[in-house]
């Protein structure tokens, strides 16, 4: 009598957890995971047959699922918070948090100093265009120049092709979701990726804009040519600055338009500020 008094206080307990919600969330979808797991085994060279032919067999897998579906419906919240990034302060939790929010901290620096760079290469491709435009109007001439100005120039425009023509390449290029990144890379080779690129890029077009600000400045403050003398804007060279120019008009707003879809999903997948960076995928997500 007290031995059936027993079990009944134990099943009411335990039957007690599976309400609607339990069912739904945690009992069914493990019946139907395990369930596919026999499946597979019993498909799988056979390697599970019979597994399902005895009764008693039948009792030890619903038991199974129930035990599991108990431990994940009291667990869950402890589980959830621990996906999130919410972890214990104690040993090793706590070392394992350090080490794995440092490295995702590592991820968004990167990210931040690539978009940096995008930006600044956006903004030098601008000057470079308000610099060169000018020039190219052969019609108002508004700059004079002799041959060896000339030749200045077609230096600086040689130096200038090889990294537009980098720039258009990477253009080309579709971006690869963040989430791509984070599966495949580890944090270094993502620095190795994305650290020195647009950077390496931008500080070649600053100097390039530097050196042609200061040979603008002294074209402008050259006295007149003579009649006699040569002046140094040939067909060939008016066609080469034309050509740097129209490659200039639609750079700056494909970099801006790159540089706005990276920012998308640098907020898809991290949060705003590194001080927010969570030691999980899942906790950054959400904070993002």
């Known amino acids: 009598m007290m031995l059936g008094s027993s079990f009944s206080t134990v099943l009411k307990g335990v039957t007690g957890y599976f309400d609607r919600r339990a069912l739904i969330s945690t009992f069914f979808p493990t019946l139907v995971f395990w369930a596919l797991v026999l499946l597979v085994l019993e498909l799988w060279d056979n390697i599970g047959s019979g597994l ?48 794995y929010r440092r490295n995702w901290q590592r991820r968004w620096l990167t990210l931040e100093s690539q978009r940096d760079s995008l930006g600044r290469a956006e903004a030098e491709s601008r000057g470079l265009l308000d610099l060169l435009a000018p020039l190219s109007d052969q019609v108002c001439q508004k700059v004079t120049i002799d ?16 990294t537009l023509e980098e720039i258009e390449v990477d253009l080309k290029v579709p971006n690869a979701s963040l989430s791509a990144y984070f599966r495949v890379y580890s944090g270094r080779a993502l620095e190795r ?50 050509t740097c120019v129209s490659r200039l008009k639609v750079m700056p707003n494909e970099i801006e338009e790159k540089r706005l879809r990276k920012e998308r999903n640098f907020y898809l997948y991290l949060p705003p500020a590194p001080d927010d960076v969570m030691p999980t995928r899942f906790g950054n997500v959400g904070r993002g």
């Not at 009291?74 to 948090?97: H, I, K």
């Not at 060896?148 to 230096?155: V, Y």
């Not at 070649?204 to 140094?232: F, I, M, Y």
Request: proline share 6%; with cysteine; glycine share 6%.
């Open 52 to 99: 399902a032919q005895t009764p008693l067999t039948l009792v030890a897998f619903f038991v199974g699922v129930v035990v599991f579906s108990f431990f994940m419906t009291n667990f869950q919240p402890a589980l959830t918070r621990m996906y999130e990034g919410n972890w214990p302060d104690v040993p090793p939790f706590s070392w394992l948090y350090g080490a």
């Open 147 to 162: 041959e060896q100005q000339g030749r200045e120039l077609d230096k600086l425009l040689e130096e200038l092709g090889p």
């Open 193 to 242: 990726q994305f650290e020195t690129k647009y950077a390496r890029l931008a500080e070649s077009l600053s100097e390039t804009k530097a050196k042609l600000q200061r040979w603008v400045n002294d074209c402008k403050h050259k006295p007149k040519l003579a009649e006699n003398e040569k002046t140094g804007w040939s067909q060939r060279r008016c066609d080469q600055l034309s």
